[in-house]
């Protein structure tokens, strides 16, 4: 971000200090169209009555919690740091002690036994005949 700000230079404080203006023609409108001068941004409040403000008006960082600016600062900032914490640190606890998707684990402990197990019989760790023969029934000659 101050990389950005770093590139208008010297610029930028004058930048900052000079209010937006507004260029309105103040010549009266001439022909039929009628004029394109903007005169107004907002629609003029109604100062007659005692009609709702919007919380947008009294606190321009209105957050939603409370009309009170004070309350409703420190409501926005405790519901967002429980929220974030929740999140972040039970949500991280309940994936960490999900069980075991996959069986990934399941599946390398019986790998090591029955290693160990191959050892034990003196037997090679993997054979080169994936299923017994002895029980593969093969078609005969005729039936092929």
């Known amino acids: 971000m101050l990389t950005r700000l770093s590139r208008f230079g010297p610029a930028l404080p004058r930048l900052l200090s000079i209010p937006p203006a507004r260029f309105v023609s103040q010549s009266k409108p001439s022909g039929a169209a009628g004029s394109t001068a903007v005169t107004e941004l907002h629609p003029a409040a109604d100062t007659a009555g005692h009609g709702e403000v919007s919380q947008y008006v009294k606190n321009p960082d209105y957050h939603g919690f409370s009309s009170d600016p004070v309350v409703d600062e420190w409501n926005m900032r405790v519901g ?18 999900l069980p075991d998707h996959g069986m990934r684990q399941w599946a390398r402990r019986e790998a090591e036994h029955v290693i160990q197990q191959r050892e034990r019989e003196d037997l090679p760790l993997i054979d080169e005949d994936y299923y017994d023969p002895n029980k593969i029934a093969l078609p005969t000659a005729r039936e092929a």
Do not use: E, Q, W
């Open 80 to 97: 967002f740091f429980f929220g974030i914490s929740v999140a972040l640190v039970i949500g991280g606890t309940f994936i960490h002690y």
